[in-house]
């Protein structure tokens, strides 16, 4: 059975490269132009400067994973329908920022796995997350032991890291993780709260709210199958953009011209499409 669209057998998926699990998608591509959109609305930190969106891969599982993470959104969406919350499995997209020690994503070539344990973005790509392994890269746990993620992709790129190796990535480029999130109810906090390995009963996750003892919004999960990655994003500053071969003429040629009605067509046609794909509202 395939489970859905990220599945390693889906027809969709049929012409990545041999044994790769990432799939690039093309500029054009609706989902895209979506996550990079989610990537810019999500960049809050004023200092930051906002950086450019250069590749987003499609991040592609074995039907097996798929599954129990399925299981686990209905099992949510029936228990939050009982307890009558209207968001039902409450199904967001949201950033994790980790540790790379190869060149995974650094071009379209890029595209396997490497086999290194250090490496926690291909170790994630790989299995999904594991909630036993929070805290490897980063010590401090605001609210306990799980899988965190968040909406703000400048916080997320804060743990973004190119491990112990220091490898050298062509034109500074970074990468995140955007993921498939069952939030399902959320329990909102504003203060710290290091000794939680669950969230409170009636509770899926853990929402860390701006204003106290956090600057940016944070969203904790505390089991495995609650999420999984969807799509891996490349990015790097403004100056790292790879140049276009410069057409030498003598001629003066008009400025190409934009079919806005082109570019408003793919945009809803992007929300359509991720409105069919998650079936409720995405992480703003
Ligand atoms: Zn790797």
């Given at each position: 059975?395939?489970?859905?669209?990220?599945?390693?057998?889906?027809?969709?998926?049929?012409?990545?490269r041999?044994?790769?699990r990432?799939l690039?998608?093309?500029p054009?591509?609706p989902?895209?132009i979506?996550?990079?959109?989610?990537?810019?609305?999500g960049?809050?930190?004023?200092?930051?400067?906002?950086?450019?969106?250069?590749r987003?891969?499609?991040i592609?599982?074995?039907?097996?994973?798929?599954?129990?993470?399925?299981?686990?959104?209905?099992?949510?969406?029936?228990?939050n329908?009982?307890?009558?919350?209207?968001?039902?499995?409450?199904?967001?997209?949201c950033?994790?920022g980790?540790?790379?020690?190869?060149?995974?994503?650094?071009?379209?070539?890029?595209?396997?796995?490497?086999?290194?344990?250090?490496?926690?973005?291909?170790?994630?790509?790989?299995?999904?997350?594991?909630?036993?392994?929070?805290?490897?890269?980063?010590s401090?746990?605001?609210?306990g032991?799980?899988?965190?993620t968040?909406?703000?992709?400048?916080?997320?790129?804060?743990?973004?890291?190119a491990?112990?190796s220091?490898?050298?990535?062509?034109?500074?480029?970074?990468?995140?993780?955007?993921?498939?999130?069952?939030?399902?109810?959320?329990?909102?906090?504003?203060?710290?709260?290091?000794?939680?390995?669950?969230p409170?009963?009636?509770?899926h996750?853990?929402v860390?709210?701006?204003?106290?003892d956090?600057n940016?919004e944070?969203?904790?999960?505390?089991?495995?199958?609650?999420?999984?990655?969807?799509?891996?994003?490349?990015?790097?500053?403004?100056?790292?953009m790879e140049?276009?071969?410069?057409?030498?003429?003598?001629?003066?040629?008009?400025p190409?011209?934009?079919?806005?009605?082109?570019?408003?067509?793919?945009?809803?046609?992007?929300?359509?499409?991720?409105?069919?794909?998650?079936?409720?509202?995405?992480?703003?």
């Open positions: 059975m395939i489970v859905d669209e990220f599945s390693l057998k889906h027809p969709d998926n049929r012409h990545r041999r044994s790769s990432i690039p998608l093309d054009s591509d989902i895209f979506q996550v990079e959109r989610l990537f810019s609305k960049w809050r930190h004023r200092q930051k400067i906002r950086p450019v969106v250069q987003v891969f499609k592609l599982s074995s039907d097996e994973s798929l599954e129990a993470y399925a299981i686990h959104k209905s099992q949510v969406q029936a228990f329908l009982l307890s009558r919350y209207k968001k039902g499995a409450n199904e967001q997209l950033f994790h980790t540790r790379r020690s190869c060149a995974l994503g650094d071009d379209s070539n890029q595209v396997f796995l490497c086999n290194s344990t250090e490496c926690s973005l291909c170790c994630i790509i790989r299995g999904s997350f594991d909630v036993a392994k929070c805290g490897t890269v980063n401090f746990k605001r609210f032991s799980g899988i965190y968040t909406s703000c992709s400048s916080k997320a790129d804060d743990y973004y890291s491990g112990r220091r490898q050298q990535h062509p034109r500074n480029l970074r990468v995140l993780l955007l993921n498939r999130v069952v939030v399902g109810k959320p329990h909102n906090r504003r203060h710290n709260a290091t000794h939680m390995n669950q409170p009963s009636g509770y996750s853990v860390g709210l701006p204003g106290v956090l940016y944070e969203t904790v999960v505390y089991r495995n199958d609650a999420i999984r990655p969807a799509y891996l994003v490349v990015y790097g500053p403004q100056s790292s140049q276009p071969v410069e057409v030498q003429s003598d001629v003066l040629l008009p190409p011209s934009i079919n806005q009605k082109s570019l408003a067509r793919n945009a809803s046609k992007a929300h359509a499409l991720l409105s069919a794909l998650f079936t409720t509202p995405l992480a703003v």
